[in-house]
Nanobody
Framework: QVRLVESGGGLVQAGGSLRLSCAAS????????MGWFRQAPGKERDFVAA????????VYANSVKGRFTISRDNAKNTVYLQMNSLKPEDTAVYYC?????????????????WGQGTQVTVSS
């Protein structure tokens, strides 16, 4: 069992930055791959970024590539999403997720545990 708690969301102007955090507890954090997803109002939940258990491999959605950076600190059982050059279309609830396995999934079914989400609102 893995419990995930996101934090760091809020209201920011377009062009600004936010850093989301996801604190994990339960299973050994360093053995799981982690991902971030987001869901805008009225839309499906979309993949944003993922990072391997070691932090050595990352993958990003095209819409955030070059603006967002995923990282992790296994000593703190925490994964981060640094979001720069934010746009109004980045407005969504952001979720972190954990995958118990060797893969680095980019779709929802690939993840075993989910947090409750944190709201990010970008004003124009």
């Amino acid at each position: 069992q893995v419990r995930l708690v996101e934090s760091g969301g809020g209201l920011v102007q377009a062009g600004g930055s936010l850093r989301l955090s996801c604190a994990a507890s339960g299973r050994t954090f360093s053995s799981v791959a982690m991902g971030w997803f987001r869901q805008a109002p009225g839309k499906e939940r979309d993949f944003v970024a993922a990072i391997s258990w070691s932090g050595g491999n990352t993958v990003y959605a095209n819409s955030v590539k070059g603006r967002f950076t995923i990282s992790r600190d296994n000593a703190k059982n925490t994964v981060y999403l640094q979001m720069n050059s934010l746009k109004p279309e980045d407005t969504a609830v952001y979720y972190c997720a954990a995958n118990i396995g060797p893969r680095l999934p980019t779709t929802e079914p690939g993840y075993d545990y989910w947090g409750q989400g944190t709201q990010v609102t970008v004003s124009s």
